[in-house]
């Protein structure tokens, strides 16, 4: 593909913007609509004849989904597709604007009343994909953008993963997965998606957006986010329950719960001023100075009961303080144990591992694994075994990295055999 090439005799290549193994993007535009902007999306074809006829199948099949999605005013709409010169090509609608984890890189955190308001105006369009039976299975910051009139849009379907991995159900090997470490569910992770699925990955996406940084479980992350509306934050700890039976089944039930009265994020109401006192003055002189003297046995009386109080006050600040103390280390001691946990299936995928894919994820988890020993809340009882974990995970991480360098080929779909014949191996510790 060459800069100002025209496909389909009306579409015209501006310039590229991202390739991976299964397809290449392109800015372009519409050269019988006013020049009109477009997103193009070439998927890479195959060079194995019964393979390609396969994929040919599948692309038809997935781009009439993504046609009807588009109907929805949040999902880009697709223009048109078509096969040219052996390849398969997207035309999209073009989202002028920028996507969340761009704003996010630019003016930092997002503010509680900015991520409510994204989610109030996103849920719709998971209810939209789930009355049509629909799971996006990648969603995220970058594949959340949002347009002129300040309206997320939902992109990135993950149509060309699903294509090749419907396609390659039989066959030996592992394709690519759909979804992104670190914000996909459980469940996801085991290839049971379901529609609370995405209900999991937009509630990562939120506290991502309000902390610049991927929680460890779903109560540590109010740590980072100390002001946060109670409800709001209840909310969000439920959005990413691990469990699916304690997490929100629909987007409905969660809008739901958004936009109850409680949920709202407190206003300072201004009150209205104390009356004036009356100004009429009092002519007995005995009457003030008995109203003294009882102002004074007043005051007396206040003080000393100031003074109990304080002291009392003081030692409940003392027990709070040892509570909250010994509760801080009940967090950090249960994180680091989570993370150790996630970090085990990690390297026990990379030591069983013959796929350059799989290395990837488990190389993505184990960075992720890192992230969050930094974020455990500091302790100085597992100081030490979080530096030890830190290095060893850094190890492997560039173990990972050394083998992939010394892979003579990629994991391309239509290109396998060849690949299979070159085995990685890696010499890792037997546990984490």
Same mark, same amino acid.
């Given at each position: 593909?060459?800069?100002?090439?025209?496909?389909?005799?009306?579409?015209?290549?501006?310039?590229?913007?991202?390739?991976?193994?299964?397809?290449?993007?392109?800015?372009?535009?519409?050269?019988?609509?006013?020049?009109?902007?477009?997103?193009?999306?070439?998927?890479?074809?195959?060079?194995?004849?019964?393979?390609?006829?396969?994929?040919?199948?599948?692309?038809?099949?997935?781009?009439?989904?993504?046609?009807?999605?588009?109907?929805?005013?949040?999902?880009?709409?697709?223009?048109?597709?078509?096969?040219?010169?052996?390849?398969?090509?997207?035309?999209?609608?073009?989202?002028?604007?920028?996507?969340?984890?761009?704003?996010?890189?630019?003016q930092?955190?997002?503010?509680?009343?900015?991520?409510?308001?994204?989610?109030i105006?996103?849920?719709?369009?998971?209810?939209?994909?789930?009355?049509?039976?629909?799971?996006?299975?990648?969603?995220?910051?970058?594949?959340?953008?949002?347009?002129?009139?300040?309206?997320?849009?939902?992109?990135?379907?993950?149509?060309?993963?699903?294509?090749?991995?419907?396609?390659?159900?039989?066959?030996?090997?592992?394709?690519?997965?759909?979804?992104?470490?670190?914000?996909?569910?459980?469940?996801?992770?085991?290839?049971?998606?379901?529609?609370?699925?995405?209900?999991?990955?937009?509630?990562?996406?939120?506290?991502?957006?309000?902390?610049n940084?991927?929680?460890?479980?779903?109560?540590?992350?109010?740590?980072d986010?100390?002001?946060?509306?109670?409800?709001?934050?209840?909310?969000?700890?439920?959005?990413?329950?691990?469990?699916?039976?304690?997490r929100?089944?629909?987007?409905?039930?969660?809008?739901?719960?958004?936009?109850?009265?409680?949920?709202?994020?407190?206003?300072?109401?201004?009150?209205n001023?104390?009356?004036?006192?009356?100004?009429?003055?009092?002519? %007995?002189?005995?009457?003030? !100075? +008995?109203?003294?003297? /009882?102002?004074?046995?007043? =005051?007396?009386?206040?003080?000393? &009961? #100031?003074?109990?109080?304080?002291?009392?006050?003081?030692?409940?600040?003392?027990?709070?303080?040892?509570?909250?103390?010994e509760?801080?280390?009940?967090?950090?001691?249960?994180?680091?144990?989570?993370?150790?946990?996630k970090?085990?299936?990690?390297?026990?995928?990379?030591?069983?591992?013959?796929?350059?894919?799989?290395?990837?994820?488990?190389?993505?988890?184990?960075?992720?694994?890192?992230?969050?020993?930094?974020?455990?809340?500091?302790?100085? %009882?597992?100081?030490?075994? !979080? +530096?030890?974990?830190? /290095?060893?995970?850094?190890? =492997?991480?560039?173990?990972?990295? &050394? #083998?992939?360098?010394?892979?003579?080929?990629?994991?391309?779909l239509?290109?396998?055999?060849?690949?299979?014949?070159?085995?990685?191996?890696?010499?890792?510790?037997?546990?984490?």
């Open positions: 593909m060459t800069k100002n090439q025209l496909l389909d005799n009306r579409y015209q290549i501006i310039n590229k913007l991202h390739e991976t193994n299964l397809s290449i993007t392109f800015q372009g535009k519409d050269t019988k609509n006013f020049n009109r902007l477009c997103l193009i999306k070439q998927l890479k074809s195959s060079y194995n004849p019964q393979l390609k006829k396969q994929l040919e199948q599948r692309f038809q099949q997935e781009a009439k989904i993504l046609e009807r999605l588009g109907n929805h005013p949040q999902i880009p709409d697709l223009y048109s597709y078509f096969s040219e010169n052996n390849q398969f090509y997207l035309i999209q609608e073009w989202i002028a604007g920028g996507n969340l984890q761009e704003r996010l890189e630019k930092g955190k997002l503010t509680e009343s900015e991520v409510k308001d994204i989610l105006k996103i849920l719709p369009v998971l209810e939209f994909l789930q009355k049509n039976q629909i799971i996006h299975r990648d969603i995220k910051p970058s594949n959340i953008m949002v347009n002129r009139e300040k309206l997320p849009i939902l992109i990135d379907f993950g149509i060309v993963k699903e294509i090749y991995t419907i396609v390659n159900q039989k066959t030996p090997y592992t394709v690519l997965g759909i979804g992104t470490p670190g914000f996909i569910s459980p469940e996801q992770k085991k290839g049971q998606p379901t529609h609370a699925s995405d209900i999991y990955s937009l509630g990562l996406t939120a506290i991502y957006l309000l902390s940084q991927l929680p460890i479980d779903p109560f540590s992350w109010r740590k986010v100390p002001n946060i509306n109670s409800e709001f934050s209840n909310i969000l700890s439920r959005a990413i329950e691990e469990n699916l039976s304690d929100y089944n629909t987007a409905t039930e969660m809008l739901t719960e958004l936009n109850k009265p409680q949920s709202l994020i407190p206003t300072r109401v201004l009150q001023p104390a009356p004036a006192p009356s100004s009429k003055m009092q002519n %007995s002189k005995l009457l003030i !100075i +008995q109203i003294s003297l /009882t102002f004074i046995a007043i =005051i007396v009386t206040i003080l000393s &009961q #100031a003074t109990n109080i304080f002291i009392n006050l003081n030692k409940s600040k003392e027990l709070y303080k040892k509570i909250d103390i509760n801080i280390e009940i967090i950090a001691k249960k994180s680091l144990n989570l993370t150790i946990k970090a085990k299936l990690a390297i026990n995928k990379a030591k069983t591992s013959q796929k350059k894919a799989e290395l990837e994820i488990a190389r993505d988890e184990l960075q992720i694994a890192i992230k969050e020993l930094e974020n455990i809340p500091e302790n100085q %009882s597992i100081e030490n075994q !979080i +530096q030890t974990k830190k /290095t060893e995970y850094l190890k =492997i991480i560039n173990q990972i990295n &050394q #083998a992939l360098k010394k892979r003579p080929c990629y994991e391309l239509f290109q396998i055999d060849s690949c299979q014949e070159y085995p990685i191996k890696l010499d890792l510790p037997l546990s984490p």
